[in-house]
């Protein structure tokens, strides 16, 4: 995940209310526009970019729910 895309989410995420999301609410009405595996791919590099402490205010609850991987969003 590139500096850019970092950037990108950071922001999203800011507009965001506390509280749980899956990665797509996140990355944006695109999403639906992606193959799988490039959702994956993306996907993935968030779960590693989140854990490596990118995503300051993001915590990774290691569930998952309704098919998809949990966060939740403490806020800045």
């Not at 526009?33 to 590693?48: M, N, S, T």
């Amino acid at each position: 995940m590139d500096d850019k895309e970092i950037t990108r989410l950071q922001k999203r995420l800011a507009r965001r209310p506390p509280g749980p999301f899956h990665f797509p609410d996140v990355y944006g009405p695109d999403w639906d526009q992606l193959y799988i595996g490039d959702k994956v791919r993306k996907g993935r590099a968030f779960l590693e970019a989140v854990h490596a402490g990118k995503f300051p205010g993001v915590e990774d609850t290691g569930e998952k729910q309704d098919g998809g991987h949990l966060y939740r969003w403490c806020g800045e």
